[in-house]
């Protein structure tokens, strides 16, 4: 009978983990040992830091998080267990309504991700629109919403008006009070003033500047996702380091060694009483 209750107490635990946590750093480690993440995403870990990211953006299994552009869902195996049972996740990918070839495949690639695991079954599949807030998720409904290595495209796409608008968008999503997470790939300051668009990177202060435009306050920085070891002076820009390894086999043992890039992590908050 012990070996019965023994089986079925660790049955619980596997199938509905979160819910047996005691708090949400609790929470977070296991939504990140879920069984769902694949292990070529586990191993990047150790250069995206999820469990620290999210705590440092105040996610807890009852919030509402709004991520934008999901990609292939490397966040979304963490944030679907996570919000599972108490919270809610908005995965606001590519428009289904589109003539990009590459914005179906990716979104209909995301879809079946979201098909192939019931822990996926309360995930929100919306949209990330550009001056369409509500295509977000409800306005006002957000207590987080993030953004990972997001604002190099929707810069090359629309500049610095171009960035505010997309801000406006979150900040419209958002509860006031509510928190605007983004990690980017770092630019040096000593290299802003050369020609960086196409690199990947983004100047940390130009970020912080923009989304301030918008009406977001700066809270804090961290350097969780920092490296140091990166130069961001490479052939094929940041993708030249892993995950992407743009170069291939070309220095391959060089740009490993480095590790991905050097990252940005900004917390913004939608101040809690607007004029």
Sequence with gaps: MKTIKLVTMLSALLLSPLTLADDAADALQLAVKHHNRSAENAARDQYRH?????????????????EISPG????????????????TYYAAHFPAETDSDYYKRNRAAFAE????????????LTEFAPGNSSAIAPAGS????????????????????????????????LKPGGVLGVVEHRLPADKASGDWVKTGYFPQQ??????????????????????????????GGVWTLPPVL????????????IGESDRMTLKFRKPAKTE
């Design 206 to 235: 130009l970020a912080i500047e923009l989304a301030q435009k918008a009406g977001f306050v700066l809270e804090d920085s961290s350097e969780i996702n920092a490296n140091p070891k990166d130069t961001a002076d490479y052939p």
């Design 142 to 173: 957000a207590d987080v919403v993030l953004t990972f290595r997001n604002l190099h495209n929707w810069y090359n796409s629309g500049g610095n008006d171009g960035m505010v608008a997309i801000f406006k968008d979150f900040y419209k999503a």
């Design 50 to 66: 999820p469990v620290e990211t999210l705590a440092f953006f105040d996610v807890k299994p009852d919030s509402t998080v709004v």
């Design 113 to 124: 991700k979201l098909a192939s695991d019931p822990v996926y079954n309360r995930v929100q």
């Design 246 to 257: 743009r170069l291939k086999e070309q220095d391959r043992t060089k740009y490993l060694a």
């Design 72 to 87: 292939g869902g490397w966040y979304t195996e963490i944030l679907a267990p996570l919000l599972a049972a108490h919270g």
